[in-house]
C-alpha cells in the first residue's frame, strides 16, 4: 500500500513570495490533514478535511494561508505572501474516517520550507 | 484533550531495552494513548496505541498502568535506527503533540 506522497520535498522562496504544497493521501482515506512542524517543536495542525470538507481550520491563519482539497482526494496547501516565521516543514496526513473517530493517522515525509 | 508529559531525552545502549516514560494523569475514559516517533528528517511514524490493555506489535511494546495515569513505551532490542524523537499523545478529537523524547542510541 503506497503511503502518504507529499511535493516538493524541498522549499527555498523569499518573503512575500507565494509558495504551494501538494498532498495525496493514502487511498480510499477520507480524512486528509495538514501540519506545520516548526524547528524544535512537534508538529501543529493547521486544518482538517473530511472528504472535500473542512471540519477544522482553527489554527489556520487565513489571512495567508488557505488550502484545498476539491475532489476529496488530493489537497494543495498555499501560502500567499509568505513570511520569514512560515519556514518550517509541512507535513500531511490521512486518516481511514476522522472525525468522531480516534484513529491512526499516517502521515508523508513533508516539505521543508525556508523563507529567506 | 489531556496533556503529557516526557522527559526531554534518554539515551540507551545498543541491543538492550529502552523503556520511555510518559505521565497522562488527566486522561479521560475514552481517550487512547499514542506513540508516534520521528526521525530526523522525517515525518512522524506511528508505533502503537493503547487504551486499557498493554499492547505489543512488531515494534514495540506499550504498558499502560492500572490507573491509566502513565504509560511506558518499550523498545525491546533498541538499534541504532531507533534514534529519534518519541511523541506519547492522549487523542481525544485530535492528535496534539508536545516536545517529545530524544532517544539516542549509542553503540
Known amino acids: 500500500e503506497a503511503g502518504v506522497a507529499q511535493s516538493p520535498r524541498y522549499k527555498i522562496i523569499e518573503k512575500r513570495q507565494s509558495v504551494a504544497f501538494w498532498c495525496n493521501p493514502i487511498?480510499?482515506?477520507?480524512?486528509l490533514y495538514w501540519y506545520q512542524q516548526i524547528l524544535g517543536q512537534g508538529p501543529k495542525l493547521l486544518i482538517q478535511?473530511?472528504?472535500?470538507?473542512?471540519?477544522?481550520d482553527s489554527q489556520l491563519p487565513k489571512d495567508r494561508f488557505s488550502a484545498e482539497r476539491l475532489k476529496g482526494v488530493d489537497s494543495t496547501l498555499k501560502i500567499q505572501p509568505a513570511k520569514l516565521e512560515d519556514s518550517a516543514v509541512y507535513l500531511c496526513?490521512?486518516?481511514?474516517?476522522?472525525?468522531?473517530?480516534?484513529?491512526?493517522?499516517?502521515f508523508g515525509p513533508g516539505t521543508r520550507l525556508l523563507v529567506l | 484533550d489531556a496533556k503529557t508529559t516526557q522527559p526531554t531525552s534518554m539515551d540507551c545502549a545498543e541491543g538492550r531495552a529502552a523503556n520511555l516514560p510518559c505521565n497522562h494523569s488527566t486522561i479521560s475514559g475514552n481517550e487512547y494513548v499514542y506513540w508516534y516517533r520521528q526521525i530526523h528528517s522525517q515525518g512522524p511514524q506511528y508505533i502503537i496505541h493503547g487504551l486499557k490493555n498493554n499492547e505489543t506489535n512488531e515494534m514495540a511494546s506499550l504498558i499502560i498502568t492500572e490507573d491509566r495515569k502513565s504509560s511506558t513505551l518499550i523498545l525491546p532490542h533498541a538499534t541504532l535506527r531507533d534514534t529519534a524523537v518519541y511523541y506519547c499523545?492522549?487523542?481525544?478529537?485530535?492528535?496534539?503533540f508536545g516536545k517529545g523524547i530524544t532517544l539516542s542510541v549509542r553503540p
Open positions: 478535511f473530511q472528504n472535500n470538507g473542512v471540519v477544522d
Open positions: 499523545i492522549v487523542m481525544g478529537s485530535k492528535l496534539t
Open positions: 496526513a490521512s486518516s481511514p474516517r476522522g472525525t468522531g473517530y480516534q484513529e491512526t493517522q499516517y
Open positions: 487511498s480510499g482515506h477520507a480524512t
